[in-house]
């Protein structure tokens, strides 16, 4: 996996020195006191530069990006109707109308829209799900709901029927834990509830859990499975080769 950050100003700075064919000149010009005022005054600077650099990586595949917040991450699929009003012609229209083309292109780009099971969260979840569809043709590939709570599938009456014989017996140590298996088991069926209205998208939904651990082994068994999801047939192999830049 090779990764690099392309927030705000490095996605900037990397379009300009592409431009200017120089880092050295591109810093001093985003420095200048005049330009750095009317750079950050204008629309979706960032999302157009981080375009140009993304659209420069086609060695890469596939190509994961991490969107920002649900805000920011609409403006990236409203660019070209955002700017073709000022920018009508040039390299940059051009590079605005290929990159909208694939990214409402299903065989090119898979939306992955992330939630929680909360009910706030959801329905942002709905609203970005709609909007993209009617405003951008988008269809998300796959709806991830994060941080769930995870049980063991006992059914309620057996585990109520082992919570009364524990508690019969005297088992303290039974009883707390069985108890907490039913307090989980009560979270599970509302994080259901509330996230039931996701499989009227079209999307299909997978549920993660809440990690307890970040070592290196949970957290690739994490990454295949979220791989195994998203992707028919998932990967034959997941080499651990890591880079950042």
């Not at 299903?106 to 970005?128: D, H, K, N, Q």
């Amino acid at each position: 996996v090779h990764g690099m950050s392309l927030a705000g100003d490095a996605a900037i700075l990397a379009f300009a020195a592409d431009v200017l064919h120089s880092r050295r000149l591109a810093r001093l010009l985003l420095a200048h006191r005049s330009v750095g005022p009317l750079i950050a005054a204008m629309p979706a600077v960032a999302e157009v530069a981080a375009t140009h650099v993304l659209a420069k990586k086609r060695e890469y595949a596939p190509l994961v990006v991490d969107l920002e917040a649900t805000g920011h991450a609409r403006m990236w699929f409203e660019l070209r109707e955002t700017l073709s009003p000022v920018i009508q012609r040039g390299p940059i229209a051009e590079l605005l109308e290929r990159a909208h083309a694939e990214l409402v292109d299903p065989a090119c780009t898979g939306l992955v829209v992330v939630t929680r099971p909360e009910p706030l969260a959801i329905s942002e979840a709905l609203e970005l799900c709609e909007e993209l569809r009617q405003r951008g043709g988008v269809q998300p590939r796959a709806i991830l709901v994060n941080a769930t709570c995870a049980v063991p599938s006992h059914a309620a009456a057996d585990r109520d029927a082992l919570l009364q014989r524990a508690r019969a017996a005297g088992a303290t140590e039974i009883v707390a834990d069985l108890e907490l298996l039913a307090r989980r088991a009560a979270q599970v069926e509302r994080e259901h509830a509330a996230a039931a209205p996701l499989a009227d998208t079209g999307a299909k939904v997978v549920w993660l859990p809440r990690m307890s651990t970040t070592d290196r082994r949970s957290l690739l068994a994490f990454g295949v499975e979220v791989a195994a999801s998203l992707f028919e047939p998932p990967p034959a192999t997941l080499p651990e080769a890591v880079a950042w830049t």
